[in-house]
């Protein structure tokens, strides 16, 4: 036997791997076994749940499954199938082999149709199982809607929480009646306008912002209506009440762009809607124009800019004590700005539009700090529940980009590092650096 059979053998792995996940087409469930926890998924009858329970505590919860379908792994790499390392080809194999079942049990239609969506998974998994062909039939047809029923809770709290069984009779009701229900326009063309966006879009997030647009702007609805297919960036402009400025074909010139090219021009954009919450605050002159070109939607961006730098009898207001002290020393000198006059002067100071984020930082959601050594700079940064605090952006004057060695001493900063000097007159180096 040469070298290469012999690592491929299966004598020198303990075959455990193929017991820890175990389909049963006769229950219609899915075990997975680990070294702590025994996870269990029902497919189906008399309707689908997940179970799961810890080895230290002997208690079964129920609990939402994270993953797309199956729920328990990832699909195996087909890589992974062929492998000539034993142990990953049986395991991708036995995987492989309990994914087919379980897309045979579920039905290839309703997993073809779960494929489509980016979250949500379980939940549409739930309503594609639990009322069959009517579900079906909305997704394939409809799958905003159907992705707007799946989410019941969210769009139509009820004390009972009984949701599904709200769900089996909305499902059956006529479409115009479904979204009504959830708040949104009662109407045909309501219909139609959802039957546009892509399920690969749909989220709750976006369906929020779009019924509370459409709260706010009726209008916007006509203006829905004259696109064929409704991806992001449309639903965005619109449903940020920017569809009477943006021509048309300047949206569809956007939608066309590369996703780091949409993400710098929805940063613009959104400038653009808190430098005009601003203005209207201040009872100011807000310029009217019809943007038709890129070149149009930076010429009012710095128009509306100029505009909110000539606010006179800025309102003062407190800021939220920031989670981070200052520093100041002779390698990093930072000061956060305490309130909302602070912040225009930064603003008008770098020439920038920081001053439209007040009522972000008044809700706490970010924090600012000026930078006024090794270089001026203006930062912005959030507390975040994963990842601690978190660089948001930080531009110079004119939103001028700062050196990557100052952006490297924010992120130590953020990071809970004391940065100190040595020698008075000289700035320490990176390596110095010690944490607290």
Sequence with gaps: MDRKEKQSAPQSFPEIEESALIFNAEQGK???????????????????????????????????PSKPFPFLFNKPHINNLSSTIYPIRKNAQNKESVYKKMVAYAGEDKIALLNLFSDRFWFIYCLLMREGNYAVELMNTNPALGYLLSAPAVFHPLKSKKYWQAVNKLVKMKRKDILGYFGFPACETMVKTFAKIKPELCSVDLLVLLRTALQNYPSILRQLSFWEVLNSISLYIYCKGLGEILNHNLIADISTRENEEKKEIIRWIEDICRILDILKAYKMNVPK???????????????????????????????????????????????????????????????????SY???????????????????????????????????????????????????????????????SQEPEQPVALTSIEKL
Excluded at 340 to 352: D, F, K, R, T, V
Excluded at 361 to 390: D, S
Aim: aromatic share 10%; hydrophobic share 35%.
């Design 289 to 355: 124009h019809e943007l038709l070109t890129m070149n149009d939607l930076n010429a009012i961006h710095d128009k509306l800019l100029e505009e909110m730098l000539q606010i006179r009898d800025v309102i003062k207001n407190h800021f939220p004590e920031p989670p981070l002290p200052d520093i100041k020393c002779n390698t990093l000198w930072i000061e956060h700005i305490q309130n909302s006059a602070e912040l225009y002067i930064e603003g008008s100071e770098m020439h920038h539009c920081i001053y």
């Design 30 to 64: 899915v075990y997975h076994f680990t070294k702590r926890s025994i996870e269990v998924i029902r497919l189906a009858n008399p309707y689908p749940a997940a179970y799961r329970k810890s080895f230290e505590t002997n208690n079964w919860q129920c609990y939402i």
């Design 358 to 420: 007040t009522s972000n930082i008044q809700q706490g959601k970010c924090y600012v700090a000026k930078m006024l050594y090794p270089e001026r700079l203006t930062i912005m940064y959030k507390e975040t529940q994963n990842e601690g605090l978190k660089l948001i952006e930080t531009h110079g004057k004119c939103n001028s980009k700062p050196a990557s060695e100052s952006i490297d001493l924010i992120e130590l900063w953020l990071k809970g590092y004391f940065i100190s």
